[in-house]
């Protein structure tokens, strides 16, 4: 069997998984503002964290795009960029995961107390 055989190779592809996996959207949906629904006021705290969590959101969306784009076309990224963008995004999802493990034990720990 020749290599021809398996025909052109498309980007699209090479793809793990669908799109919508991929985590593309935002926190508050985009449906409530569009259907009209008007969405709770949200605290300082409440922001801080939808924020924090949209900035971990966006640093993976970037290693994604950097990664495919490196599979697909080598010469338009440094393997450096590539490096450095997967270590801030695994760094970041870290610091996150610790943080929602402090808060679920805080809050576990306030409960018990009643």
Known sequence: MNVTNFGTLNPSQML????GHA???KLISEQNAQ???VPKKMSAFE???VGAMNTVNEQQLDVNRL???????PDSVNIEEVSIAMSKAQMSLSLA?????RVVTGWN?????R
């Open 23 to 25: 985590g593309s959207a």
């Open 97 to 101: 995961q610790t943080v929602i493990d």
């Open 47 to 49: 922001e801080y964290l």
């Open 16 to 19: 793990r998984t669908q799109a």
């Open 35 to 37: 259907s009209g629904e």
């Open 67 to 73: 990664g495919e784009q490196f599979v697909t076309n």
């Open 109 to 113: 720990e306030l409960s018990t107390n």
